[in-house]
């Protein structure tokens, strides 16, 4: 990590300063070279022809292509080769093959536009050249090219054919279109230069590609010759523009494009590959170009329909090219090579000259010293969380906001919000959709690329029931050939979808597909430029104001969007979801190390599962799931899960309720029970303050077990049964009524005074002889009842709408077998004492269960993405998505250590970390005097810290299938796992000051 962070100022450092100079390519040096000159003079004539022939090389076919490419190597001497299509460690097993073969090491090439990822499986696809061209800032392609020439050089690779510095100006081009960096020429040569720049401080060779400009053609070389007709000053003043700027900077390659330019050269049918007055009068002479000059692929039809292999392969190197790309045939290559040497077409000298350049390039990549790749961890560390840190970061900063009708965008008042979304193009829900849920509730559709009309006709009845309708259109390809694969049937939904409610368009497709989809009656519309799962995940959270957007267009879309058009999004400082580079740690180091701490817990049996989020400074860098519901491995945790909260409901019911209620003047933690409820002006806690209660300094009893006054000595209820098996009425009923509304099991209800049977405990219970800490949870129960008294609605009602529901938080609730699936609310004990069945979806806490599992104290269930949602409002001293919930000095006061000085470390309704801070304290060893949180006794675990930013959530059913299972406080796993996380911060920060 710490090299990453150097790398990154290195990098800005060295970006800078070249932009304002002049460079040779890095290989040309006017100091004789012993190696390069040893090697030449040991070279027979053929081999220095062969030196300058590439093959295409693949790591997917069989081994006859293995002993093909072999015998080239041996036999013909050639001098490198390009790898196409595979994965890394069959290309990287294939290279040292090779490698270990030839006389003179090979020069290994690839072409990676948008990293290894275009070509081999297992690695990063970065993204392509017009997504990069929305971009403000180059110098993080130039972080990419870093990227990209590292992930190379580790594969044994020496020379990208990348960057793409054609000019597309040409919406309708077949071949160059979205791997281009757009339309605009200073746009395009800025970031060629930035991506070059990269690639090449990395050590990395590079080619600047189509020379003279392949951007506005109509043809794909590949299969024909295009033509441009466009007279020499448009040539000067657009195409050639970005390449002359790449030389100026220093470009070490060149490949020229196989077009037909009859300005440059009028020969019928000569690709300028071929054109001794492109590649040698303009490129070289005229624009100075002394690096590496290559071909393009020789096998495309463009050069091979008008002349053989071999004669169209020495017509290049006569054109003045350095290098061969592709040759097919290499013995017909170097014959006819030699053929125009003897025929003085091709001056010995200039050949000699040619090699003797492309061995410096060798020797400058370090090749004078060849290392086979290592093969093992070679996938691994193709794909660094940095380089992924990196990916994130280009795709989000790639979003382009083209529409925001009275600023719908990012959204607020998620309380106010009914959401569908439909991803359209898609069989199944979407990465776009699975980031979309993180912010709040909403209800998923999805359309394939060729819906059926009825589908569409569905969707248009359901949508109108929802005030928002996100869509996602997924375009099939960002191709041009057959349309992008846009068929009609998707034009139509689209068509019809968007505008049946209030609409958000998130469009991943290539820009020039956007006049196909009629898109005007969407309020608001993001651009990605292509699908990508990246790119979906972005869009996604700017929608939400979890990112901002600063894109720009970089080609004119139509007649609707001009270039360079854009709009900004601020961020509204809701979760950023990220990696933990993002924060300054390294994942591989924090994964394994929390990977190992509850999977120890889960092998030693100390829960069946459990669930882990860390996030700092609002980054949510750390979301995990771990194990299963249950110890018969059936149903897997998942990252949603609803889990019962047990006393962490105290901070996130009872705290948010007294804190709004004090900001509002309504309740005085110096105010005592009997201020507010006029039973207890006798009681024996009349004088006995708030601020004494929730800190536990209040002389009230630990507990009382109400539900055991229900219960006889031998497990069975009291007053249950007549002699007939049925019911008796005094307490109990087996059916939901008036009388009995209070639902204990499916076929057990209690009777509704019982609950003032409770309060009256409550009033009347003892206090302790002594003024000391003891935890109660007694006076929670009060809390429910005072809210509804103070501010005259329903606890959970007002939770919901002053808190839950703004915040986005829509899966906190009371009773969660009301409101979810079974299968996704984790179980907790089956209850052997009481209830005498599997407890899932209700209340574990028997005292919650007798108040219908509504309580200050326990009762709440919900994710843990929502409760870290509340729990970073706290953290921002009361603020979430551009909304103030709390005052912070309310909140630093109910945060503030009470009665430190009385040996007590608890706050206001908080717990906090102890005085004297230790290995087995509540909280993390590491965990600042500032932070506060709280336990649960299921198994959850919650807790933020102020001074550091970070914010923890660890859930887990512990109490499965029995609350007698200490293990998991008895190992620390719960404070145990976000002490790895400050360890991190630390292991890095520690690093950076050692660098």
């Known amino acids: 990590m710490k090299k990453t962070f150097f790398l990154l100022i290195l990098s800005a450092l060295s970006f800078c300063t070249a932009q304002a100079q002049s460079a040779r390519p890095p290989y040309l040096t006017d100091t004789p070279s012993r190696w390069v000159d040893s090697v030449f003079n040991s070279l027979t004539p053929d081999e220095r022809i062969a030196q300058l022939i590439m093959v295409a090389a693949y790591s997917n076919r069989d081994e006859a292509h293995a002993q093909?490419?072999?015998?080239?190597?041996?036999?013909?001497?050639?001098?490198?080769?390009?790898?196409?299509?595979?994965?890394?460690?069959?290309?990287?097993?294939?290279?040292?093959?090779?490698?270990?073969?030839?006389?003179?090491?090979?020069?290994?090439?690839?072409?990676?536009?948008?990293?290894?990822?275009?070509?081999?499986?297992?690695?990063?696809?970065?993204?392509?050249?017009?997504?990069?061209?929305?971009?403000?800032?180059?110098?993080?392609?130039?972080?990419?090219?870093?990227?990209?020439?590292?992930?190379?050089?580790?594969?044994?690779?020496?020379?990208?054919?990348?960057?793409?510095?054609?000019?597309?100006?040409?919406?309708?081009?077949?071949?160059?279109?979205?791997?281009?960096?757009?339309?605009?020429?200073?746009?395009?040569?800025?970031?060629?230069?930035?991506?070059?720049?990269?690639?090449?401080?990395?050590?990395?060779?590079?080619?600047?590609?189509?020379?003279?400009?392949?951007?506005?053609?109509?043809?794909?070389?590949?299969?024909?010759?295009?033509?441009?007709?466009?007279?020499?000053?448009?040539?000067d003043s657009l195409e050639l523009y970005p390449f002359r700027k790449l030389i100026d900077a220093g470009l070490s390659g060149m490949m020229v494009a196989h077009l037909s330019i009859p300005q440059l050269d009028s020969t019928k049918d000569l690709a300028s590959t071929l054109s001794k007055p492109i590649v040698t009068d303009l490129l070289r002479e005229e624009l100075g170009f002394d690096g590496l000059i290559y071909t393009d692929a020789m096998n495309m039809k463009a050069v091979a329909d008008h002349y053989p292999p071999g004669v169209a392969d020495a017509m290049a190197l006569y054109a003045g090219n350095d290098l061969l790309e592709f040759t097919q045939d290499v013995p017909k290559a170097i014959a006819e090579v030699k053929k125009l040497i003897r025929q003085g077409k091709i001056r010995q000298r200039d050949l000699d000259a040619r090699c003797k350049k492309v061995l410096a390039a060798k020797e400058w990549l370090g090749l004078n010293r060849y290392q086979p790749v290592v093969l093992d961890s070679l996938v691994h560390d193709l794909n660094p969380g940095a380089a992924q840190l990196l990916n994130q970061r280009l795709f989000e900063s790639a979003v382009t906001t083209l529409r925001n009708a009275d600023r719908l965008l990012p959204l607020q008042r998620l309380d106010t919000l009914r959401i569908a979304t439909v991803s359209i193009g898609s069989d199944t829900v979407t990465a776009f959709q699975k980031m979309l849920d993180n912010y709040t509730g909403m209800s998923h559709y999805t359309l394939p690329v060729k819906p059926s009309q009825a589908d569409i006709d569905r969707l248009k009845t359901i949508l109108p029931a929802f005030n928002l309708v996100i869509l996602g259109v997924h375009v099939p390809s960002v191709r041009p050939t057959r349309n992008y694969q846009i068929t009609p049937e998707l034009q139509a939904a689209v068509e019809a979808l968007t505008g049946v409610s209030q609409t958000v368009v998130c469009y991943f497709g290539n820009a020039y597909t956007l006049p196909q989809f009629r898109l005007e009656p969407a309020q608001a519309l993001l651009l990605t430029y292509q699908d990508h799962p990246l790119a979906e995940e972005a869009a996604a959270q700017a929608v939400f104001g979890g990112i901002a957007t600063n894109g720009r267009l970089p080609v004119p879309v139509g007649d609707q969007f001009s270039l360079k058009e854009g709009l900004r999004l601020e961020s509204l400082n809701r979760f950023h979801y990220t990696l933990p580079e993002a924060v300054g740690i390294d994942s591989e180091y924090l994964t394994r190390r929390i990977d190992s701490l509850v999977h120890l817990a889960i092998d030693s049996g100390a829960t069946p599962g459990a669930e882990v989020l860390l996030a700092k400074d609002g980054n949510v860098f750390f979301r995990k799931s771990y194990g299963y519901h249950t110890y018969d491995e059936k149903i897997p945790v998942q990252d949603d899960d609803i889990y019962d909260f047990a006393s962490v409901t105290k901070i996130s019911a009872s705290l948010p309720a007294l804190m709004r209620m004090t900001d509002e003047g309504k309740f005085d933690v110096d105010k005592t029970p009997a201020d507010y409820f006029s039973e207890y002006r006798r009681s024996n806690k009349k004088d006995i303050t708030f601020r004494e209660i929730l800190a536990h300094q209040g002389r009230l009893t630990a507990w009382v077990p109400f539900w055991k006054s229900l219960v006889r000595r031998n497990g069975k209820l009291k007053n249950t049964l007549k002699k007939d098996g049925s019911l008796k009425s005094r307490y109990f009923s087996a059916d939901s009524s008036d009388k009995y509304p209070v639902r204990i099991t499916d076929d057990l209800y209690l009777h509704k005074k019982y609950r003032k049977r409770i309060y009256r405990s409550i009033r009347d219970t003892p206090l302790l002889s002594e003024t000391k800490y003891v935890y109660s949870d007694l006076s929670y129960y009060l809390y429910p009842i005072l809210t509804e008294c103070l501010e005259g609605q329903q606890f959970e009602d007002y939770l919901k709408q002053k808190f839950y529901q703004p915040l986005g938080a829509t899966t906190l609730t009371y009773n969660a077998y009301r409101h979810f699936p079974m299968d996704r609310i984790v179980p907790t004990e089956y209850d052997s004492l009481f209830r005498h069945t599997q407890i899932q979806g209700t209340v574990h806490d028997e005292g919650a269960a007798l108040l219908s599992g509504l309580s200050g104290h326990a009762g709440l269930f919900g994710s843990a993405n929502d409760l870290a949602k509340l729990m970073q409002m706290y953290l921002n001293g009361g603020t979430y998505g551009g909304r103030r919930y709390l005052n912070e000095a309310t909140l630093k006061e109910f945060a503030r250590c009470q009665f430190c000085d009385q040996g007590n470390r608890r706050a206001i309704g908080f717990d906090k970390q102890s005085l004297h801070p230790s290995m087995n304290g509540p909280a993390p060893l590491s965990a600042s005097m500032d932070s506060f949180g709280h336990s649960g006794f299921t198994g959850t675990f919650t807790w933020a810290d102020p001074t550091n930013g970070l914010l923890y959530v660890f859930f887990s059913n512990r109490v499965y299938p029995t609350r007698e299972n200490p293990k998991l406080s008895n190992m620390n796993i719960r404070t145990g796992v976000m002490q790895i996380a400050y360890e991190a911060l630390e292991r890095e920060k520690m690093s950076m000051v050692e660098e």
Not at 108 to 134: C, H, K, N
Not at 173 to 183: A, E, H, K, Q
Not at 191 to 208: E, F, H, N, V, W
Not at 209 to 219: A, E, L, R, S, V
Request: aromatic fraction near 8%.
């Open 68 to 235: 093909e490419i072999e015998k080239l190597v041996t036999e013909q001497k050639i001098g490198g080769l390009v790898f196409f299509q595979g994965g890394p460690v069959r290309q990287a097993a294939l290279t040292n093959r090779y490698q270990a073969k030839a006389d003179v090491p090979l020069l290994v090439a690839i072409d990676g536009e948008w990293g290894l990822g275009m070509r081999l499986d297992s690695t990063i696809r970065f993204p392509y050249q017009m997504t990069l061209g929305a971009l403000a800032d180059d110098s993080l392609i130039y972080q990419m090219g870093r990227e990209v020439a590292r992930e190379a050089r580790r594969m044994g690779i020496h020379v990208n054919f990348a960057p793409v510095a054609d000019v597309n100006n040409n919406p309708n081009n077949p071949v160059i279109n979205y791997r281009s960096f757009g339309s605009d020429r200073e746009n395009v040569a800025q970031k060629s230069i930035a991506y070059m720049r990269g690639m090449q401080d990395g050590g990395l060779l590079t080619t600047a590609k189509h020379f003279p400009g392949h951007g506005d053609t109509g043809t794909d070389s590949h299969y024909a010759l295009p033509v441009i007709t466009h007279d020499r000053q448009r040539l």
